[in-house]
């Protein structure tokens, strides 16, 4: 009755007022419209398709008895009513309204539900118990068909029902003719030039899978947009015309998107990166907004791209901890206790330090500085410091596995000091990530087969790779591990030729110089073997087996190496990757160029103090730069200013043999008194935050 359900139940002893009844079908309310001593009809409120108890209660007079065969019940059938609208297009896009009863109220309940219209799918974009919506799907013409009527039929579970009718007509079908171009890169942009007929004056929409083409012009017969962008695969396009549906697109190829992954090779390499991997398959473009990761563990910075190849290098995302002082001290309170005193890292992970006294005088202040030991607070002279002050912050980077151990100077008198400990660990379990190629925020398609391919460097044969641990296995993704026994590991690093005493760091020398590496996981093919020097320069590798290398440090290129400047040390493996530097200090693994002289010109002047000694190939005393020579450099130059010593200084000038124990008075001597500069003894000056031992 009017689209809604209407129930009759007999019985006695009812009333005749219909507002003393309570109706219940389930969980659903059947109102009553008449009511008699023996009869009540009412009518049903929209409900899921089921079989419900009936249940009747008279308010003046209580629960109605069930009859003696049973429980009354009533089935709430699946059922189609009608429909409208019952004619639209070939080509899909015409929302259907559908009445009845039964039906799911969320789309969600419709779960693997469906509704067909002669074989198309309608997709349900609305539902209630007692109507839904739906968006017809194209009906392919054949040719031969201008007209198709058929009934509109759901499936439920097990339930299903047909009613209704809907005819897809052609003369009421928009139609395309050519669509162009037919291909895109994953990111769109191109404009697509559409052509066809009864395409309507008012706009509609265009759509390539679920994005929409943005429109510049629509006409009856054309249409221009601007491409969407989308994943790989072969998109449909579909033109939906104002209040006709979808144009037919059964004569028009879709617009194809490329980008897909077809081959990852190799697919496991070392924890710390360092690993060439080659990626195969179509739509890379130039690459220049392709990002390549492994999971959250790796990059992978591309060095090399063509459209269906490009070569990466992995590099592990390291990750940076902030510490803060947020603690609390058992006696000064809040802000005197670093956030986490005892920190575990991994190698390449950076800390950073971050503080900020709420209360701060002058002699207030938290600093930081690597220390020997968790009794010391004295700064060890090379490892990392901060300047001490109320606020401030120091980052640190951490290589090599170990404990390191801080302290503040005094942060107020000279007894509180806040201290810590980054305890830097190594990797003991493998980790295994999936592959994810993006060009902006859209992913590459992965069509996953076996590993069959392999990586090629300029110049040096690769050796057979380390079987210590099978290819990852999966069907729905690339995958990489990082692999503990596939990561080469530097236990030592010594200068062995071209040392030099000029720089208090255990491993300085000239260009040239000579070092030995000793671990484990190299390779006795001595090409495979990198050791890099800083980012520019590298120390050439000349005999290698799998514990041991030998290089000769080469300081030039297009950029020489700086002297005296720190270059840290990194061994690579072709194609494991990166060696963990495990070294017992942190300071054998920096190398410092020391500058050195191979040549003197030597000038004779009128200064009697002074001496000359003749070349001893040609005879002939070298020359020195005259004082003109300097003026043209720059007329404040010391030598320009004073052309040689005074009188009074000449008369006291002696020549002396230069000792050890004089050279070790002076240099004893000058470290005092960097040391009271260093540390803020000399007044005037600012406490130095790199001063190293001599």
């Given amino acids: 009755v009017g689209g809604s359900v209407e129930l009759s139940i007999a019985g006695s002893g009812f009333t005749s007022h219909i507002t003393d009844f309570i109706i219940t079908v389930g969980s659903l309310n059947c109102e009553v419209s008449d009511a008699t001593s023996s009869e009540i009809t009412c009518l049903l409120e929209p409900g899921a398709a089921g079989t419900y108890d009936v249940n009747v209660v008279v308010k003046s007079r209580g629960i109605a008895e069930q009859p003696g065969s049973g429980q009354l019940t009533h089935t709430v059938v699946l059922e189609i009513f009608s429909n409208t609208p019952t004619v639209g297009s070939l080509g899909g896009g015409t929302s259907i309204t559908v009445y009845g009863s039964g039906f799911p109220a969320t789309l969600e309940a419709w779960g693997d539900g469906s509704v067909t219209i002669d074989g198309c799918s309608c997709k349900i974009t609305k539902t209630s118990f007692s109507e839904f919506e739906c968006l017809t799907s194209a009906k392919p013409s054949g040719g031969r068909y201008k007209r198709s009527t058929a009934d509109i039929s759901i499936t439920i579970g097990s339930s299903s029902t047909s009613g209704g009718s809907f005819t897809y007509d052609a003369s009421l079908t928009p139609t395309l003719s050519s669509v162009s171009p037919s291909s895109s890169s994953p990111l769109g942009g191109e404009v697509l030039h559409i052509n066809g007929s009864a395409l309507g004056a008012a706009w509609g929409k265009v759509l390539l899978g679920d994005n929409e083409c943005t429109l510049i012009a629509w006409y009856p017969t054309y249409i221009t947009c601007i491409l969407p962008p989308n994943t790989h695969g072969v998109y449909p396009v579909h033109v939906e015309v104002t209040g006709n549906g979808f144009a037919d697109v059964s004569s028009v190829s879709g617009v194809s998107y490329d980008f897909v992954v077809t081959d990852v090779t190799p697919r496991k390499g070392s924890t710390l990166g360092g690993t060439m991997v080659k990626i195969s398959g179509s739509g890379f473009g130039n690459c220049s907004n392709i990002d390549v990761k492994f999971g959250d563990l790796m990059t992978c910075e ?278 963990l530097m495990a070294v017992s200090d942190p300071d054998t693994a920096k190398f410092y160029l020391v500058p050195k002289v191979t040549s003197t010109n030597v000038k004779n002047e009128e200064f009697n103090a002074a001496a000359t000694t003749a070349s001893p190939s040609t005879g002939v005393a070298p020359e020195i730069p005259s004082d003109t020579d300097y003026c043209d450099m720059d007329a404040a130059h010391t030598m320009c200013i004073y052309s040689g010593p005074s009188e009074e200084c000449q008369a006291k000038a002696t020549g002396r043999e230069f000792t050890e124990e004089g050279k070790n008075l002076i240099l004893n001597k000058h470290n005092e008194l960097r040391k009271r500069v260093s540390t803020g003894g000399e007044s005037g000056q600012p406490e130095a935050s790199n001063m190293r031992k001599l």
């Fill in 302 to 579: 591309v060095s090399e791209c063509s459209n269906t190849e490009l070569i990466c290098n992995t590099e592990r995302i390291s990750k940076v901890h902030q510490l803060n002082n947020g603690g609390r001290h058992p006696v000064y309170g809040p802000g005197y206790v670093w956030s986490d005193i005892e920190l575990e890292i991994l190698p390449g992970d950076t800390v950073e330090w971050v503080w900020n006294l709420q209360v701060a005088s002058k002699e207030t202040g938290i600093s930081v500085q690597q220390v020997e030991s968790p009794a010391n607070n004295e700064w060890d002279g090379k490892g990392f410091k901060s300047e001490k002050g109320p606020k401030g912050r120091l980052r640190q980077q951490f290589y090599s596995p170990g404990d390191y151990f801080y302290s503040s100077q005094p942060v107020f008198g000279k007894e509180l000091f806040m201290k810590g400990k980054i305890q830097v660990v190594s990797d003991t379990e493998d980790s295994t990530s999936a592959l994810s190629v993006m060009m902006e925020d859209i992913p590459a398609a992965q069509e996953v087969v076996a590993d069959t391919g392999s990586v090629a460097y300029d110049g040096c044969a690769l050796s057979p790779g380390s079987d210590c641990i099978a290819d990852p296995v999966s069907s729905h993704a690339f995958l990489f591990t990082m692999a503990v026994c596939l990561t080469p590991s530097v236990s030592s690093v010594v200068i062995s030729s071209g040392s030099s005493n000029a720089s208090a760091m255990p491993i300085s020398g000239f260009n040239g110089a000579g070092l030995i590496i000793e671990g484990s996981g190299f390779s006795d093919n001595s090409c495979q073997n990198v050791v890099s020097l800083g980012d520019n320069h590298h120390c050439v590798v000349t005999s290698s087996s799998t514990s041991q290398l030998t290089c000769t440090v080469d300081g030039a290129g297009e950029t020489p190496m700086p002297s005296l400047k720190e270059q840290k040390i990194a061994v690579t493996v072709r194609n494991s990757g990166s060696a």
